[in-house]
């Protein structure tokens, strides 16, 4: 077997150090959600849970009390936003912090959330640095970076590593299979099941490929379709999102293992002409 040269070795730590910052980020933002859900729930209605500005105010003043009782807190909300902050913004976050119908904080309570934040913004650091120093090594290869034209360069780093060069399949069936993405019925001698994807493949790949679906459905004519077909399924909308990350990968393989452009109105249509994946 080839040894990893050097580049190889420093892209795989990079990918599995920005995996890993990205899952912890979570773990400490589903804890912060849920305390803030109890102390301070107008919060996340005004700011989105990783904002920069939530977690400056929680980093400092670990909830509402500190910052309702700071003389300046309007400006200091104002300079932690910028120019990405509304006034009104501003001045809701500060209101909203004096009248808070959410439970008193304790001591500790605030500075379960001020360590939490500060591990959040930790998080989000390492893992930009990850990304740009990915960037940086993936600047000659041209297959990344050809694949990173339709999911992004870190993505595609992700799937690089943890799949190998696409190149080296067959068919985008097999490389689509490696990810877990192929379906399989799961039945007894006693019932039969509906057909989902098998799992029996790289989970860090089917997780970025993921956040790169939810990306590409934020873009038309992907954005319409999946809104039709959530409507059609009052409301679910995970068979759509399954059915663009399937098709995604077959993309990825036409991009990377065949050289391909990546055609967006290409995948619509194939997303179009076959039945939404269970």
Request: a positive charge; charged letters at 25%; glycine letters at 8%.
């Amino acid at each position: 077997m080839k040894a990893a040269t050097e580049e190889e070795q420093e892209l795989a730590y990079q990918v599995e150090w920005m995996d890993g910052q990205r899952r912890q980020m979570m773990l400490w933002s589903g804890r912060l959600e849920a305390l803030l859900s109890r102390h301070w729930p107008e919060a996340t209605r005004i700011l989105a849970l990783g904002s920069g500005t939530l977690l400056h105010c929680l980093g400092k003043y670990g909830g509402p009390r500190g910052l309702a009782a700071a003389p300046e807190a309007f400006k200091e909300v104002q300079e932690w936003g910028g120019h990405y902050l509304k006034l009104e913004k501003a001045q809701a976050m500060v209101s909203s912090a004096r009248e808070t119908v959410g439970v008193a904080t304790l001591p500790w309570d605030e500075k379960r959330m001020q360590r939490y934040a500060w591990e959040i913004q930790k998080c989000k650091g390492e893992t930009r640095a990850a990304r740009r120093r990915l960037r940086e090594l993936t600047s000659d290869h041209v297959t990344i970076q050809a694949m990173g034209e339709a999911v992004g360069v870190p993505t595609a780093c992700v799937l690089w590593v943890e799949l190998g060069d696409p190149r080296a399949y067959h068919c985008g069936s097999a490389y689509r299979k490696a990810m877990g993405l192929n379906l399989a019925e799961r039945s007894s001698g006693k019932w039969q099941g509906k057909l989902k994807i098998s799992k029996r493949g790289s989970s860090k790949a089917r997780r970025w490929l993921y956040l790169a679906a939810l990306r590409l459905l934020k873009r038309e004519p992907v954005r319409s379709w999946y809104l039709q077909q959530k409507a059609q399924r009052r409301g679910e909308g995970k068979p759509a999102v399954v059915s663009v990350i399937r098709k995604l990968a077959l993309a990825w393989f036409q991009v990377g293992g065949r050289g391909e452009a990546f055609d967006l109105r290409a995948m619509y249509r194939s997303l179009t002409a076959s039945p939404v994946s269970a």
